[in-house]
């Protein structure tokens, strides 16, 4: 049974940092690509930042030298490092492969706000 569980979530003061985990089972963990997404109220879902089996990040622009993503394939792990955040960052951000599994978790609520 594939599960993902987001954690790390918060309320945030704009310029902040929060670090997001994703613990996932089920699935083949150190194969292909993991990823973040978000979705903002009113919005679609979109993927903000995946890294492959190697390693490699790539990022949408909007959170480009802001955000890190990195992996553990010992602990089938996936983080998100979010500095200077934004009010724009507000999102339920969630993990999953890239391109996703039909399987969502529940997301962690991020929230930056003054």
């Known amino acids: 049974q594939v599960q993902f569980v987001e954690s790390g979530g918060g309320l945030v003061q704009p310029g902040g940092s929060l670090r997001l985990s994703c613990a996932a089972s089920g699935i083949m963990f150190r194969v292909g690509t993991m990823g973040w997404y978000r979705q903002a109220p009113g919005k679609q879902r979109e993927l903000v930042a995946s890294i492959s089996s190697g390693g490699s990040p790539n990022y949408v622009d909007s959170v480009k030298g802001r955000f890190t993503i990195s992996r553990d394939n010992a602990k089938n792990t996936v983080y998100l490092q979010m500095n200077r955040l934004k009010p724009d960052d507000t999102a339920v951000y969630y993990c999953?492969?890239?391109?996703?599994?039909?399987?969502w978790g529940q997301g962690t609520q991020v929230t930056v706000s003054s």
């Open positions: 999953n492969k890239v391109p996703p599994v039909n399987y």
